[in-house]
């Protein structure tokens, strides 16, 4: 069965950096858009960045220029670079992508189990 698992999180000043990371495994026709969302508590998750197979991307107006977004297609990776972090960045960071697989031949959005960024001095 398709999974999505992402690594890459954990506690960071302000001011600093984290890449996450999210690879797809399992049988897989096609991987069309992947994304990051994030969720902190209390609020509801939000689309943080996301990107085409074609490699067109699309941002959070709070995290533009500071976020970077991008995959590799033949590994099935997505990543998402973070900069200069903020306290308000602290969220469950949570990858998604759109896949056609086995049962699912028209796509269907799979997500990862989350991980936890923490953005505190």
């Not at 950096?17 to 902190?40: D, E, K, P, V």
């Not at 998402?80 to 308000?88: D, F, H, R």
């Not at 469950?92 to 031949?105: D, Q």
């Amino acid at each position: 069965q398709v999974q999505l698992v992402e690594s890459g999180g954990g506690l960071v000043q302000p001011g600093g950096s984290l890449t996450l990371s999210c690879t797809a495994s399992g049988t897989i026709f096609t991987i069309n858009n992947m994304g990051w969302y994030r969720q902190a508590p209390g609020n509801q998750r939000e689309l943080v960045a996301v990107i085409a197979g074609d490699g067109v991307t699309n941002y959070a107006g709070s995290v533009k220029g500071r976020f970077t977004i991008s995959r590799d297609n033949g590994k099935r990776l997505v990543y998402l670079q973070m900069n200069s972090l903020k306290p308000e960045d602290t969220a469950v960071y949570y990858c998604n992508a759109n896949i056609r697989a086995p049962g699912y031949l028209t796509g269907a959005d799979f997500w990862g189990q989350g991980t936890q960024v923490t953005v505190s001095s």
